[in-house]
């Protein structure tokens, strides 16, 4: 089955640096890359997410790339905030046409913590 | 807030114990999804169930079971309930078609005395 590898598991960056945070996988048939975002005593929040025939995406201060080839792919966070503190977690799933995705595979979380 | 609702948020328990946990998915959302979330295991699926039908299994114990009602909401009943247990319970819910995104409801913690 699907397996997710996330790194680095706690990250430090400064307000106004960039973050970055970096995840493979195992399962060629994935196709459906989504990040969220977990804040202390909170679901998680879906923040942005890929599909595996983009090699990009980006929503204001927060981008996500994709290597189909090496199987990995990045949260990059640029001008950090510290409301951006928060544990992030990536996701691996298959998604169908129907029937909405199969499961997400999830990786183990980076807490970043945005330091004023 | 995601649209998901899980009741209830906080429940504490004894060992040997039986719980439900509920979870009302987003307006229109079909799909509904259980995952747990422990310190050791991170957050791992445990069942998904499409208008009221399963269809997918994780690593759900088979002291854990799950129904969706006609109405789609969506019942997850733990018993035999052992400390190895506790854990945040998560629901989620997508919309059918050519749609993926999963949307989290804020999750029920439980735990087991």
């Known amino acids: 089955g699907e397996n997710v590898e996330q790194h680095p598991s706690t990250l430090s960056v400064q307000e106004g640096d960039s973050a970055v945070i970096k995840c493979t996988y195992s399962d060629s048939a994935s196709n459906y890359f989504p990040w969220y975002k977990q804040e202390l005593g909170k679901g998680p929040q879906l923040i942005i997410d890929?599909?595996?025939?983009?090699g990009e995406k980006k929503d204001q201060r927060i981008a996500v790339t994709l290597n189909k080839t090496a199987k990995h792919f990045s949260l990059h966070i640029t001008e950090t905030q510290p409301e951006d503190s928060a544990v992030y977690f990536c996701a691996a799933s298959h998604a169908r046409t129907q029937g909405g995705s199969e499961k997400l595979v999830f990786g183990k979380g980076t807490k970043l913590t945005v330091n004023p | 807030d995601s649209g998901v609702t899980q009741t209830p948020k906080h429940l504490i328990t004894a060992t040997g114990q039986r719980v439900t946990l509920r979870c009302s998915p987003r307006s229109g959302d079909l799909s509904v999804y259980w995952y747990q979330q422990s310190l050791d295991q991170g957050l791992q699926f445990l069942i998904q169930y499409y208008n009221g039908e399963e269809r997918a299994k994780g690593n759900i114990l088979e002291r854990f079971s799950a129904q969706q009602f006609p109405d789609l909401h969506s019942e997850l009943n733990l018993s035999s309930l052992e400390l190895g247990d506790s854990a945040l319970y998560f629901c989620a819910s997508s919309v059918e078609y050519r749609r993926s995104e999963q949307f989290f409801g804020p999750g029920t913690r439980l735990t087991v005395l």
């Open positions: 890929i599909r595996s025939n983009v």
